[in-house]
């Protein structure tokens, strides 16, 4: 019995997640209330989300730990091919940066809406901060931007601008093409091209943008 009730908590948790997902990545925050997503995600209870989540911010936060925790897996695997990140050139490690978010989306299939949803997030007041640090927490990516600060670099608000402009990059593309995916009816097959295709082209223009900053006389 408590074997079958934790299987239906955990399908239940589950489909709140993804309905959430879903309507804040299409409609934003604003216009989504907790019972809509109750009902979207098929809980007779209205006190389904609240008694699973608590709150919508616990919600939020659920959702975002684990794209967090997919991405690391990749990261980890790339990372130990790679070696040590002091050791990589300027191009693998942003690769590392970048590239776990592009594998995450080409995991999710067609349509997904993590990227429409990360977007909302980053401009909710309440949610922002959590969901840099959700990522930033992570070992192995506080690894690569520390290998990527410049020893004795007189403004360290610079590095941490770098990262905001990394993070803005990767963040607004992938919704970007996550929504064109979504209104064309791409094939799975196609969308993982596509994906790529955007991952190499983060990575080029991420280390432009590190390669004009650290080229500032400033």
């Not at 009730?5 to 216009?31: D, N």
């Not at 209870?45 to 925790?69: C, G, M, P």
């Not at 990767?170 to 969308?191: N, Q, Y």
Request: hydrophobic letters at 45%; a positive charge; glycine letters at 6%.
């Amino acid at each position: 019995m408590t074997v079958q009730a934790s299987a239906r908590a955990v399908t239940a948790r589950s489909a709140i997640m993804r309905a959430a997902e879903r309507l804040y990545a299409t409609e934003g925050f604003a216009g989504v209330s907790i019972r809509q997503i109750g009902e979207a995600a098929g809980q007779r209870n209205k006190s389904a989300v609240q008694y699973h989540f608590t709150s919508r911010d616990e919600l939020v936060k659920a959702i975002l730990a684990e794209h967090a925790e997919a991405m690391e897996v990749h990261r980890l695997a790339m990372m130990s091919r790679l070696g040590d990140p002091g050791e990589m050139s300027t191009r693998d490690r942003i690769r590392c940066v970048v590239l776990p978010h592009i594998e995450r989306h080409v995991d999710l299939g067609v349509p997904s809406w993590y990227g429409r949803f990360l977007a909302q997030v980053v401009v909710e007041p309440a949610l922002r901060e959590y969901a840099v640090s959700v990522h930033l927490e992570r070992p192995s990516l506080r690894r690569l931007y520390d290998a990527t600060r410049e020893p004795g670099e007189p403004d360290p608000g610079r590095a941490a601008r770098r990262e905001a402009m990394t993070r803005v990059l990767i963040v607004h593309m992938c919704a970007e093409l996550e929504r064109d995916l979504a209104t064309g009816h791409a094939t799975a097959a196609s969308a993982a091209t596509a994906w790529r295709r955007l991952g190499d082209d983060l990575v080029t223009a991420v280390c432009g943008l590190l390669s004009a900053l650290r080229s500032d006389p400033r």
